[in-house]
């Protein structure tokens, strides 16, 4: 296991910077996947990640769904739509800092393990020659880092990451993945790869709509992070919770508190669970008692 500086609340620039020397530790799997993102394994990204180019006359073999239904009305004759590949495939890597990630109970927040797995495999596709981009969103609103080539861009997107992790949090519980998944839908284009760091708290009908239309046209990465004490109740006793305000008693002497709040946490993982198998959407866990390079590398 690689030990990476942090206190585990929040991130500075430098500690990101320095997880650029781990990228070589993530797995082979990712390290492949990196290397052939422009254009070179079109059967695995979701939707067509190609562009209108012309139409010809059907040939015996075509995929009727690419018939061009108007042009084959004017001439009287079938035709169908030719795509040129679009090359130019860049990362965004997209993180959802709602407050509920602004919590852990071992070795960091489930805020700072998003961002550190996000740079890391950030690093690992600039290592391999890919444009990446960001997209943000906490409590001060939206930050959109288009995907750029130059290592001082990219810096840029870690300064925000930073910036993120030290920010006092506000009264405000919200949770802000639907308007992120709004405007990923409209910064992503066709075919791009998009990694979700999120703890996908709040999920229901509508967010699950929203990634599916997502996953419909891109290559979509979900990113779960949680921490073990959303997991299994905390042992039992009388605990004594507030939020600064106000005060509640979470007694997880009864066992049928202990059972509810376990199984709450267990009902919700495997409805997305369902929802990504369903879908065929790439869906990955990662906890919290656990580095960032071991997660990413496992």
């Known amino acids: 296991m690689i030990n990476v500086s942090s206190n585990g609340i929040n991130v500075s620039v430098a500690e990101l910077i320095t997880l650029r020397q781990h990228a070589k530790y993530l797995s082979h799997d990712t390290k492949q996947a990196a290397k052939v993102l422009p254009g070179q394994r079109l059967t695995e990204i979701r939707g067509r990640g190609i562009e ?3 139409t010809r006359e059907y040939q015996s073999g075509d995929d009727i769904r690419n018939m061009a239904w108007r042009v084959t009305a004017r001439t009287l004759k079938p035709h169908v739509k030719v795509y040129q590949e679009d ?15 602004y919590f852990g109970t071992r070795m960091q927040f489930k805020s700072v393990l998003a961002i550190q797995m996000a740079t890391l495999l950030g690093w690992a596709f600039r290592q391999a020659g890919e444009k990446v981009g960001s997209l943000i969103v906490d409590q001060d609103g939206f930050q959109i880092f288009k995907p750029q080539l130059s290592e001082a861009s990219f ?3 870690l300064n925000a990451f930073s910036l993120s992790s030290h920010k006092k949090l506000k009264a405000s519980a919200e949770p802000y993945l639907k308007s992120l998944l709004t405007k990923l839908s409209e910064v ?15 999920w229901d009908t ?7 239309l997502l996953a419909h046209r891109c290559q979509l990465h979900l990113k779960f992070i949680y921490d073990p004490f959303e997991e299994v109740a905390p042992p039992p006793h009388a605990y004594l919770l507030t939020d600064g305000k106000q005060k509640v008693l979470f007694d997880t002497q009864l066992k049928t508190v202990r059972r509810r709040y376990e199984d709450s946490f267990k009902q919700k993982k495997i409805a997305i669970e369902n929802f990504a198998k369903q879908r ?6 990662h906890s919290t008692n656990l580095e960032a390079v071991a997660k990413v590398s496992s």
């Open 188 to 202: 992503a284009r066709t075919g791009q790869p998009l990694y979700l760091f999120s703890d996908f708290h709040g």
């Open 155 to 157: 810096l840029h997107v």
């Open 87 to 101: 090359k130019e495939r860049p990362v965004w890597m997209c993180l959802d800092l709602s407050p509920s990630l």
């Open 280 to 285: 065929q959407i790439d869906l990955t866990f």
């Open 206 to 212: 509508e967010i699950e709509r929203q990634i599916s």
């Open 52 to 54: 209108f180019d012309s």
